[in-house]
């Protein structure tokens, strides 16, 4: 879906955020490949995670583990109440403790930065390249 949304910066300069939404996920072998990207709704957030849930719980009724291949680059959120609301239901117990390792893709800049640099787990990796996120996930055991 196009959207064009018109708001306020932090400046309360308005500006145009046009991009496109995409709230989809997809299995690819052992890889989650989750999609949030885009101006974001708390309604975007809960109808991606209906679709991410089931995508992870197909593998926990199996008994598997999964690797998950995050798309976060240009995500817009329309409010502070929308980082909350995704950082609830990504980050629940059922979610992590059947997750074999992570790939954030993002956008470059200081968030970025800051979590290549203050992460300590092996199994996560944060980067602005798909390329290598995807090559990363899909060679990690």
């Given at each position: 879906?196009?959207?064009?949304?018109?708001?306020?910066?932090?400046?309360?300069?308005?500006?145009?955020?046009?991009?496109?939404?995409?709230?989809?996920?997809?299995?690819?072998?052992?890889?989650?490949?989750?999609?949030?990207?885009?101006f974001?709704?708390?309604?975007?957030?809960?109808?991606?995670?209906?679709?991410?849930?089931?995508?992870?719980?197909?593998?926990?009724?199996?008994?598997?583990?999964?690797?998950?291949?995050?798309?976060?680059?240009?995500?817009?959120?329309?409010?502070?109440?929308?980082?909350?609301?995704?950082?609830?239901?990504?980050?629940?117990?059922?979610?992590?403790?059947?997750?074999?390792?992570?790939?954030?893709?993002?956008?470059e800049?200081?968030?970025?930065?800051?979590?290549?640099?203050?992460?300590?787990?092996?199994n996560?990796?944060?980067?602005?390249?798909?390329?290598?996120?995807f090559?990363?996930?899909?060679?990690?055991?």
């Open positions: 879906m196009l959207t064009t949304t018109l708001v306020y910066n932090n400046s309360k300069e308005l500006i145009f955020i046009s991009n496109v939404k995409n709230i989809s996920t997809s299995v690819s072998d052992d890889i989650i490949i989750t999609n949030l990207t885009g974001i709704t708390n309604t975007d957030v809960n109808l991606w995670y209906k679709a991410f849930e089931q995508s992870c719980q197909e593998f926990i009724k199996k008994g598997k583990k999964y690797k998950l291949l995050v798309n976060r680059k240009g995500y817009t959120p329309e409010h502070f109440t929308v980082q909350k609301l995704w950082k609830e239901k990504f980050f629940s117990a059922a979610i992590l403790d059947n997750t074999i390792a992570a790939a954030f893709l993002m956008e800049g200081d968030i970025l930065n800051h979590l290549i640099q203050s992460n300590t787990k092996d996560v990796i944060f980067s602005s390249n798909y390329d290598q996120i090559e990363w996930i899909s060679n990690y055991k």
